[in-house]
């Protein structure tokens, strides 16, 4: 069983940047592979981003890939994203997700409750 509680989100200008962190609870963090995903409203969810379990390998979305990056912090539990240049579009609540297999939320276990990420142009 994992938890999972993300941090970070705010109101920010279009350009910025903005580090979100999700802490997660459980003895087997180290051994999920860690996702990101957002929600605008009125849109489904989509997937952001993913780290497997070593951090070795990332995958992105083509809608962020060189703006943002995935990382994680396998000793303090923690999975962060680093989302720079932002645009007005970036604007959604980010949810932080474990175990997942692939791009597709349905693969993915465990869900944290989001962060607001507003970006003003």
């Known amino acids: 069983q994992v938890q999972l509680a993300e941090s970070g989100g705010e109101l920010v200008q279009a350009g910025d940047s903005l580090r979100l962190s999700c802490v997660a609870s459980g003895r087997t963090f180290s051994y999920y592979k860690m996702g990101w995903f957002r929600q605008a409203p009125g849109k489904e969810r989509e997937f952001v981003a993913s780290?497997?379990?070593?951090?070795?390998?990332?995958f992105y979305a083509d809608s962020v890939k060189g703006r943002f990056t995935i990382s994680r912090d396998n000793a303090k539990k923690t999975v962060y994203l680093q989302m720079n240049s932002l645009k007005s579009e970036d604007t959604a609540v980010y949810y932080c997700?474990?175990?997942?297999?692939?791009?597709?939320?349905?693969?993915?276990?465990?869900w944290g409750l989001g962060t607001q990420v507003t970006v003003s142009s």
């Open positions: 780290i497997s379990w070593s951090g070795g390998h990332t």
């Open positions: 997700a474990a175990g997942g297999g692939s791009v597709s939320s349905s693969s993915y276990a465990y």
